[in-house]
């Protein structure tokens, strides 16, 4: 079984503030997803990196996908109340069976007050 | 976003009893999947569906079933309910094997007392 790692759990900062989440692995992902998810509600899909190395920007987002294909962060700028929520990464592949499957990191929950 | 919908979206059931969840998608999407998620545990594949009448196992598949007559239509039944199945479940679907973008549904809290 592939383990995806997240870190840290919680995060709780002031509006304004940058943060960093990490998601970390010993196996090779063909892809790795980032999700955020509102209490309530299913994972809504950010952005998907394919490349090692890549770099992806949403707006206040940037998400990185490791030179090996075995780690991704996410980082935002100016954190705003609406950025809280549950980020999830999501790995494919890793090889073995049903290796096209996704491996989902256990999440960061977020919080960012006013 | 794709039109998903599972229903219920909450039930409280005893142990024991047989539940059957449903997801319905309007997308035509060819894959689709079933998690549960748990606090600690994060999301867990439990079936997913390759195609109309083609099914696999996931993680953690003892003590569910699932079914899919139709492409829009994905089952999930517990055949007889344990507490331990108390979770929240959340259906997914996917284009296609490229990029692996899922779209999940809302949803469904599942109570077995």
């Known amino acids: 079984t592939q383990l995806l790692e997240q870190s840290p759990q919680f995060l709780s900062i002031q509006e304004g503030e940058n943060l960093t989440v990490y998601c970390n692995s010993s196996?090779?992902?063909?892809?790795l997803q980032w999700y955020r998810q509102e209490p309530g509600e299913g994972p809504v899909l950010l952005v998907t990196?394919?490349?090692?190395?890549e770099v992806k920007k949403l707006k206040r987002l940037t998400f990185q996908f490791g030179d090996a294909r075995k780690d991704s962060s996410l980082h935002i700028t100016a954190a705003q109340p609406g950025d809280t929520g549950l980020y999830l990464c999501?790995?494919?592949?890793?090889?073995?069976?049903?290796?096209?499957?996704?491996?989902f990191g256990k999440g960061t929950k977020l919080s960012v007050i006013p | 976003d794709a039109g998903i919908t599972q229903s219920p979206r909450h039930k409280v059931t005893e142990t024991g009893t047989p539940v059957t969840l449903r997801c319905h998608q309007t997308?035509?999407?060819?894959?689709m999947y079933w998690y549960r998620q748990d606090p600690g545990h994060g999301l867990r594949l439990i079936h997913y569906?390759?195609?109309?009448?083609?099914?696999d196992k996931g993680e953690v598949s003892d003590g569910y079933s699932v079914s899919r007559s139709k492409t829009e239509d994905f089952l999930l039944t517990l055949e007889s309910a344990t507490s331990s199945q108390t979770s929240v479940y959340f259906c997914a679907t996917e284009v296609d094997r490229v990029g692996n973008e899922q779209y999940f549904g809302p949803g469904t809290r599942l109570t077995v007392t």
């Open positions: 569906s390759y195609g109309v009448k083609d099914t």
């Open positions: 990196v394919v490349t090692g190395g």
């Open positions: 196996s090779v992902f063909s892809s």
């Open positions: 999501a790995g494919e592949g890793g090889g073995g069976a049903g290796s096209y499957q996704l491996t």
């Open positions: 997308e035509n999407h060819r894959y």
